[in-house]
């Protein structure tokens, strides 16, 4: 059995595609509360880090630690640093990132992340992936991209296809070529508080401003991520109106297409 970590979710009211976001009526209450009720059926310490003292009323009633911290934050990796310099965790503390717009993220995934950071000592980072089938995924810049080393530790991730199928990609075919298990990162992180510490402290890189991912921070500075395959994503999160329908219909119960 692995020792306790923590969950930390991150939550700001302001969102370009849906202003308050976190308190959207999913299902009979705010998306946020949902969150965190996936964050405690996966472990015991949940907080919320908000940056609005009405997201910090919507789960009032669960048994979640809610702190309000600034508003000046660029990432919800620097929101979580806040918490854990705020609460003085140690530095071998494991911190889970579930991002407060994922209330369909299995409990299971959140535990099994945990464990794959405190199971080895290479790197202070991890974080999940799942294979790609359509080769439609691989083109959409939507979708990131994450190509490992033979242990499994992290060598780029791209919205652009890579790595590029030199014989196929660019031909006419029907799907992907059978050689190659491409993988799409799930952004779901573990890290150790320490990592959290030294990480706010680093300027943003080249790499993480032209491919607009905060993940490239980590390797530019020769980090190590560990990437935990896992058999298939989570669903998705809410981003769009089209995505608040879709996740009000499974937490409802109800057919999305009905």
Known sequence: MMAGFKIVIP???????LPGKPLLPVAGKPMIAHVCERALEAGDEVFLATDDERIREAVADLPVQA?????????????IAEVADALGWPDDAIVVNLQGDEPLMRPALIRELAAALAGQT?????TLAAPIGEVAEVFDPNAVKVVTDAQGYALYFSR????????????AGPGLPEDFPWLRHIGIYAYSAGFL???????????????ALEQLRILWRGERIRVLPV????EAGIDTEADWRRVEAVLAGRNPAG
């Open 197 to 211: 510490r030294d990480y706010v402290r680093w300027p943003a890189s080249r790499l993480e401003a032209v491919e």
């Open 67 to 79: 702190l309000l911290t600034r508003p000046d934050h660029a990432s919800g990796t620097e929101r």
């Open 122 to 126: 290479a790197a202070r980072v991890a």
């Open 11 to 17: 939550a700001r009211h302001g969102s370009t595609r």
């Open 231 to 234: 058999d298939e994503a989570p």
């Open 160 to 171: 652009a296809p890579i790595p590029w199928h030199r014989a196929s990609f660019g031909q």
